[in-house]
Structures are given as structure tokens and as C-alpha cells.
């Protein structure tokens, strides 16, 4: 049987409901995990959204407006006209073992991301948005996937979710030995 990744995912995904906002200055980058982003300075972030969760590690939520409460409020609730809410997460195959999604499921990172529309009945982090894009890819021998999920008339946070994904820059995994 056949395990499709959206299935896996929002299995994967029921404990990382908690975790908090952080308000303080937000932080552009996290050297422990490697990844690097540049945000507008009105946006807020919250680094390890998740950080009890094994897999998929959440590694961002990102929003142009405040975030507040645990993950699935940042992720669930009603995004504000014109906003856009951007999720980073990534899968470490070895954790999945031979039950790992598929490299081809994951095509390398794209020079400029385009945004598609999320197929219908998809899986969305056990909410629905009805403006949601997911976008899986390749970086640095990492395998990632972003949600942009976007609140009701969202053409100028189109570019700036756009803007944010084109500026993700990933570092490789160490291995420990």
C-alpha cells in the first residue's frame, strides 16, 4: 500500500499543535537549522513552531501580520484581508525510512517559486484555507515543502509571499559520525 505524503503528513502533524509565538524582535534566520529567510520588517515569525515534533520538523511560520497562540491558531484561523501566512516545514527521510516520499515528489528548488493552487481535498496541516498554495522542493540535499495560505483579496501579498520563498536559502544536513 501506498502512502500518499498529504496522508503522512497530517498524521504526522496531529501532535504539533502546540507551541507559542515568539514577540520578541523576530529573528531572520536560526543557524541550527540551517535555514535562512528575509522577511518585511512588519512580518512576524515563530522559528520551531513545533518543537516537540519529530517529523516533519517545522522549521517556520511566518506572517505579514502578528502571530499569537499555538500552531494550529497561527496556521487555522481566519487570515486577515490581504495578509499571507507562509509554513516552512522539512521531512528527513531517514526518520521515514523506506516509507520516506519520494525525490521525485520533491523537484530541486526552483530559481523563482511560482505559487500554484492546492488541489482539491487536499491536506492542510488538519485545517482548511480556501487560498492555499503548496510548494515541495529540494535545497542543499534538504526535502521541504512551504504552505502560503492567503486571506481574501491577496494580490500585493502574493508578491511578498513570493518574495520570502525566492530568499530561502538552506544549508546541508551534518551528519553526525
Same mark, same amino acid.
Given at each position: 500500500?501506498?502512502?500518499?505524503?498529504?496522508?503522512?503528513?497530517?498524521?504526522?502533524?496531529t501532535a504539533c499543535l502546540g507551541g507559542s509565538a515568539n514577540r520578541d524582535t523576530p529573528? %531572520?534566520?536560526?543557524?541550527?537549522?540551517?535555514?535562512?529567510?528575509?522577511?518585511?520588517?512588519?512580518?512576524?515569525?515563530?522559528?520551531?513552531?513545533c518543537p516537540a515534533c519529530v517529523e516533519p520538523r517545522g522549521v517556520f511560520v511566518a506572517?505579514?501580520?502578528?502571530?499569537?497562540?499555538?500552531?494550529?491558531?497561527?496556521?487555522?484561523?481566519?487570515?486577515?484581508?490581504?495578509?499571507?501566512?507562509?509554513?516552512?516545514?522539512?521531512?528527513?527521510?531517514?526518520?521515514?525510512?523506506?516509507?520516506?516520499?519520494?525525490?521525485?515528489?520533491?523537484?530541486?528548488?526552483?530559481?523563482?517559486?511560482?505559487?500554484?493552487?492546492?488541489?482539491?481535498?487536499?491536506?492542510?496541516?488538519?485545517?482548511?484555507?480556501? %487560498?492555499?498554495?503548496?510548494?515541495?522542493?529540494?535545497?542543499?540535499?534538504?526535502?521541504?515543502?512551504?504552505?502560503a495560505m492567503f486571506g481574501p483579496h491577496p494580490s500585493h501579498a502574493i508578491a511578498q509571499?513570493?518574495?520570502?520563498?525566492?530568499?530561502?536559502?538552506?544549508?546541508?544536513?551534518?551528519?553526525?559520525?
Open positions: 500500500m501506498e502512502l500518499r505524503l498529504p496522508l503522512v503528513v497530517a498524521v504526522l502533524c529573528r %531572520r534566520s536560526d543557524a541550527h537549522l540551517g535555514i535562512t529567510a528575509t522577511l518585511p520588517a512588519s512580518w512576524s515569525i515563530v522559528w520551531r513552531p506572517a505579514s501580520h502578528r502571530l499569537s497562540g499555538g500552531l494550529r491558531r497561527m496556521m487555522c484561523r481566519r487570515i486577515p484581508e490581504g495578509a499571507v501566512v507562509i509554513s516552512l516545514s522539512e521531512i528527513r527521510p531517514a526518520v521515514f525510512g523506506e516509507n520516506a516520499p519520494s525525490r521525485t515528489d520533491f523537484p530541486p528548488r526552483p530559481v523563482t517559486f511560482r505559487l500554484r493552487p492546492l488541489r482539491p481535498l487536499g491536506v492542510m496541516k488538519s485545517c482548511a484555507q480556501p %487560498r492555499a498554495h503548496l510548494v515541495r522542493f529540494r535545497d542543499s540535499g534538504r526535502v521541504l515543502y512551504a504552505w509571499a513570493r518574495a520570502v520563498l525566492d530568499s530561502l536559502a538552506s544549508a546541508p544536513l551534518h551528519r553526525a559520525g
